[in-house]
Structures are given as C-alpha cells and as structure tokens.
T-cell receptor, first 115, second 110 residues
Framework: DTEVTQTPKHLVMGMTNKKSLKCEQH?????MYWYKQKAKKPPELMFV???????INESVPSRFSPECPNSSLLNLHLHALQPEDSALYLC??????????????FGEGSRLTVL | QQQVKQSPQSLIVQKGGISIINCAYE??????FPWYQQFPGKGPALLIA?????SEKKEGRFTISFNKSAKQFSLHIMDSQPGDSATYFC?????????FGKGTRLHILP
C-alpha cells in the first residue's frame, strides 16, 4: 500500500462544477507534487511545493489551483474544467525537498472525468 | 537538451527471459537516474535508481547499467515473470527537476 493517500479515487464533474482533489502523506517529506497523466503517457508535472514554496509549470491553466494547508496535505482545486482535462491526477512526495534526488513516492491517483 | 529518450515503446518477452529497456539523456547536469514501474490503475512506484558515479546497480532480478560517456542507461529484468508486466518509465533528475521517458509497456508471456 502506498503511503501517499489520494481522495477521491474517481471523480466525475461537469464543466461548471468546482471540486477538489486531496492528498496526504505522513512520511515527513518536505516536497509534494501534483502530476497529470494521460493514457499511455508519462506523468506531467503541474505543481511543486518544496519547503513551503510553490513552483508552477507555466503551461498549466489557471483553472487548476493548488493549496498546501500544511506540510503533509496538498489539495488541487478544480474549476471550470474542460473535457480534455480528463486524466489521472497523481500526487507525489519526496523526502529531500530542494535537494530532491528524483525519488518520488506516488499515490494511486484520482481518475478525473470532465463531462 | 531536456529530453530523455526511451526505447522500445513496447516489449514482449517470454517468461524466464531477459527484458531490456534503454534510455538516453542529453543534459549532463542530471545526477540521478530512477526507474519507475506502473501497473494499470496505479501510481508509478520507484523500482531502482542509480547515480552517474556508478556503472551498475543490482537489486534482485533488476539491474541498471549506466554508461556516462554515452549518456545512456538501461534496465535489465532477469528471469522475467508475468507479474513484471507493467509500464516502465526511466527518468533523469537534478534537484526538483525530473524528466520522464515516454515509457515502455512490457508484457511477459506465461
């Protein structure tokens, strides 16, 4: 079982809805990430929270907004999404923050469908 | 400069055979090279990783070979089993920057 917990596992939403994805880790890791993964593709980085600083992939549209309430929680707020945003959204954590070695611990993902 | 090229895209191996997946990178600043294994409906899981000062690392049936001068690294799965059927991603990283290869879908025939 993964030590990164994501909820919900599945989410179906309309284009006008507002919803949130949640992620929690209790490994004391200093960095947390949101990735988007389309079928048969590698994960694409969306956001990184490392030592309480947010880094954004500039290609991510503003209808996605991350929130980091504390060092073990990471949310992804969704608003006015498009059908092409349907994907598997993966949360990950890393033990070393800015000194990250690329060792990512992924959750099982939230499967999002936008109608 | 930032790409990690992975091949083959898909691979079919008989049970008990050796599975080999290759990756090549361009940026010599990368200092950590992990491999991730992903089963359908699951998130990727770290399988094995290597640093460029080591030419080979073995963990059980999984071995990474690293050629720093050629900027290439590969994953070898010995005695491949049906349970190894999954998608494998190589990656290269430095600091917070991680670049994934496009993935290899491995199928082990029973």
């Amino acid at each position: 079982d993964t030590e990164v917990t994501q909820t919900p596992k599945h989410l179906v939403m309309g284009m006008t809805n507002k919803k949130s994805l949640k992620c929690e880790q209790h490994m004391g890791h200093r960095a947390m990430y949101w990735y988007k993964q389309k079928a048969k593709k590698p994960p694409e980085l969306m956001f990184v929270y490392s030592y309480e600083k947010l880094s954004i992939n500039e290609s991510v549209p503003s209808r996605f907004s991350p929130e980091c309430p504390n060092s073990s929680l990471l949310n992804l707020h969704l608003h006015a999404l498009q059908p092409e945003d349907s994907a598997l959204y993966l949360c990950a954590s890393s033990p070393q923050g800015r000194a990250n070695t690329g060792e990512l611990f992924f959750g099982e993902g939230s499967r999002l469908t936008v109608l | 400069q930032q790409q990690v090229k992975q091949s083959p895209q898909s691979l079919i191996v008989q049970k008990g055979g050796i599975s080999i997946i290759n990756c090549a990178y361009e940026n010599t600043a990368f200092d950590y090279f992990p491999w991730y294994q992903q089963f359908p409906g699951k998130g990727p899981a770290l399988l094995i990783a290597i640093r460029p000062d080591v030419s080979e690392k073995k963990e059980g049936r999984f071995t990474i070979s690293f050629n720093k001068s050629a900027k290439q690294f590969s994953l070898h799965i010995m005695d491949s089993q049906p349970g190894d059927s999954a998608t494998y991603f190589c990656a290269a990283s430095r600091g917070d920057k991680i670049i994934f290869g496009k993935g290899t879908r491995l199928h082990i025939l029973p």
